[in-house]
């Protein structure tokens, strides 16, 4: 080759093709290549295209792929012999020096299958495949160009050819077409035996598919690690998609320990490259510190480009963030806008939030029917807290008339559900009697089922029937049983009405320390009943202590519970645990009277009379007198029917004072009594006919005498 170029001696290429010529008949492949080029253009011998043929064949058969390409070339523009066996010949050639990775081989073989009659497109898509594969651009435009030609039936066996010579893109394709029953019966075995041959060969797409197969055990055996091993080489090769699933397999530990932190990794990589469901569940795992702190800034960071694209749960939890000032200053008037959008697209806790949001006017006007509308549709939807939404704005006559049937009728699905507050009003209604049947037995189901949520009210609710007997027969076990539930659960009125059950022996033993340190938890938490019922408990038996009793009266007194008002005015009045304070006495005396307390009435009512710390006032201790009495009060009663007869503050009325002290002694006042038998002496006949009618009157009775 030194003659051919001329290098380091003069150019002589005949004296190169006869150089060329021995060692070709040596057999080198490299002489034979070139003397075959030599007599192609005619160089340093006359050009002859048979006997380049002839070389080009025998460097050929050494492998020389450009003498193979270079032969087939000649074979296909006549030279050789007959045609048909030049085309047959020139084919195993081009084919020879394809696979040796020769890209113009791959195309002209293409183009003579292509030509042939019959055409053998699928066969030609594969050698096009191939070159496109070597980086041809003049292979990818005839391959278009072909795509344009072949039918749906040709392609797709072009594609299985192609697969079947290791082409990982159509191994693909052709697990894809299997699982979707394209051009062919759904097979997934066969979907998941393709994708496996391209996920081996490092093609991600495949990698998910297959990742995906072995998680939902399509095609083949279910097996979370596997599918764990797939998605991460699909998603370390950055596939977005893939890094969401891995991120779910961590966040519920499916085929790997469950690892939320890791969970976060994976979806903030999908999120940060648009997917929204990662989006999505990157912004709950950060608004929720669900494997990170809690970080609402970052959540909205995620929630908002999500919510923009149309995602209707992104669209809600943006909506809760606005609305809570959560990473973002407080926007109800955008939070509810999010509300809306997301309602509008049916998403069941956005009709809710929205809902809320007309029925309180936070961000939109008020709106109470549209309000109830809303919760309606979540309600319809299934959406637990909107049920009991529902019912509660058909029980309070939200939007509209109150209607306590459609307020059962909602309340029963949420109640159903678990929903505690929905099964304690419903409950209630069922003990109004809002059902058709049994009304007292369904209630005191709900009650119960709320209850054994720990639901307080249905606690209490459960135990008082029990104890009064009321809807069920009387069960004070059962009743202990709630009520210490309720007071174990830091109830005060649990706790109170335990340590009376304790202190009758009611259903539990009885334990009068026990009682007592229950009634002081109550007491403690400043329960009024409590206060009162523990101060009480200091001042009996053998050792009384009312100096530990007078502040408990003192607190409970200040909560306005009237029984202590007037305890701690008798102890001011008396100096039992105080120092005697006479004025401040007769201040929690007329506390106590207000709020109609019959004793402290007639305590009054006598003051006044005597004119002890007031002054004497008949007529306002007749007006004490009288509340005392309208109560049963049978000392306030004896003494009003007193004034009645003597007209001390009242006008003189003998029939109504024989009335009174007669009411007296009906409710056992011995003194009323003594003094009835002499006053019916001073009555005439007609007095004491009119005087009977009225006390039967007031006693409600007929033919009976109180002489």
């Known amino acids: 080759m030194m003659f051919a170029a001329g290098k380091e001696v003069g150019q002589d290429v005949s004296r190169a093709a006869e150089w060329l010529r021995r060692a070709a008949e040596q057999g080198n492949s490299a ?47 006549g030279a050789g012999g007959d045609a048909a066996t030049n085309l047959t010949e020139a084919q195993k050639w081009f084919r020879a020096a394809a696979a040796q990775g020769d890209v113009p081989s791959h195309i002209s073989l293409a183009q003579l299958l292509v030509a042939a009659n019959p055409p053998d497109f699928p066969e030609a898509y594969v050698y096009l495949s191939a070159a496109m594969a070597l980086r041809s651009t003049e292979a990818d435009s005839l391959r278009d160009e072909l795509l344009a030609r072949m039918t749906p039936e040709q392609l797709l066996d072009g594609r299985r050819r192609n697969a079947s010579r290791g082409d990982a893109e159509d191994q693909f394709v052709l697990g894809a077409a299997y699982a979707q029953g394209e051009g062919m019966k759904r097979d997934l075995a066969e979907a998941a035996k393709w994708f496996r041959e391209a996920a081996s060969r490092g ?66 990589k999908a999120g940060s490259q648009g997917v929204v469901a990662a989006q999505v569940a990157a912004g709950l795992l950060y608004a929720r510190g669900v494997g990170t702190p809690v970080n609402p800034a970052e959540a909205l960071r995620f929630f908002r480009p999500a919510a923009e694209r149309d995602n209707p749960e992104a669209q809600l939890q943006l909506g809760l ?21 997301a309602a509008e697209r049916t998403n069941v806790e956005a009709q809710y939030q929205f809902a809320r949001a007309l029925a309180d006017g936070r961000g939109v006007p008020k709106d109470s029917a549209e309000a109830v509308r809303w919760y309606w549709k979540a309600a319809e939807g299934g959406y637990v807290e909107s049920q009991f939404a529902l019912g509660l704005a058909f029980l309070t006559g939200q939007g509209g008339k109150t209607n306590l049937t459609a307020a059962l009728n909602w309340f029963k699905p949420a109640a159903e559900k678990g929903h505690i507050l929905a099964q304690y009003n419903l409950a209630l209604l069922y003990e109004a009697g809002r059902a058709a049947t049994n009304g007292p037995g369904q209630a005191l189901a709900w009650y119960k089922k709320a209850a054994e949520q720990g639901h307080g009210p249905s606690q209490l609710r ?50 009068q320390p026990e009682a007592q340190a229950w009634c002081r938890r109550a007491a403690e938490q400043g329960y009024a009943k409590a206060q009162t019922h523990l101060a009480q408990s200091l001042t009996r038996g053998e050792r009384p202590d009312f100096s530990q009793a007078l502040p408990w009266y003192q607190k409970a007194a200040q909560q306005g519970e009237r029984t202590a008002q007037f305890e701690l005015a008798e102890l001011l009045d008396s100096g039992r ?40 006032d008949l007529k306002e201790a007749a007006r004490w007198y009288r509340k005392a ?48 038998a002499t006053l019916v002496k001073k009555l005439s006949p007609e007095q004491q006919a009119r005087a009977k009618q009225s006390v039967d009157a007031a006693l409600g009775v007929t033919n009976k005498s109180v002489n």
Request: proline fraction near 4%; hydrophobic fraction near 45%; include cysteine.
């Open 629 to 676: 009495a309208e109560q049963k009060h049978a000392p306030a009663e004896f003494a009003l029917g007193l004034s009645c007869l003597d007209g001390d503050g009242v006008p003189a009325d003998p029939i109504e004072g024989y009335k009174w002290i007669a009411l007296a002694k009906a409710h056992g006042h011995e003194p009323a009594g003594q003094f009835l």
């Open 31 to 77: 002489a034979q290549y070139n003397l075959a080029v030599f007599y192609t253009q005619g160089a340093g011998v006359p050009q002859d295209n048979a006997e380049a043929v002839k070389w080009f064949r025998k460097a050929a058969e050494q492998r020389d792929k450009s003498a193979q390409y270079n032969l087939a070339v000649l074979l296909v523009n």
């Open 462 to 511: 459960l135990a008082y029937c029990a104890a009064a007997g009321k809807n069920m027969p009387q069960d004070y076990a059962q009743a202990a049983h709630w009520y210490r539930v309720a007071a174990e659960r830091g109830d005060a009125v649990g706790q109170y009405n335990y340590a009376l059950l304790v202190e009758q022996g009611k259903g539990v033993a009885r334990s």
């Open 203 to 268: 093609h991600p797409e495949a990698q998910l598919r297959l990742g995906l197969a072995c998680a939902a055990g399509e095609g083949v055996p279910a097996d979370a690690a596997e599918a764990v091993k797939w998605l991460r080489l699909a998603a370390e090769q950055g596939h977005i998609v893939a890094q969401y699933h891995l991120g779910v397999a961590y966040a519920e530990g499916r085929g790997v320990g469950r690892d939320p932190a890791e969970a976060l990794k994976w979806y903030a």
């Open 321 to 341: 963030l606005l609305a809570r000032g959560q990473g973002v200053a407080t926007n109800l008037v955008e939070a509810a806008k999010w509300f809306h959008v």
């Open 577 to 616: 645990g105080a120092v005697r304070n006479e004025p401040e006495a007769l201040q929690w005396y007329r506390r106590a009277a207000d709020q109609g307390h019959p004793l402290a009435q007639f305590k009054l009512g006598c003051r006044y009379e005597e004119g002890q710390g007031f002054p004497a």
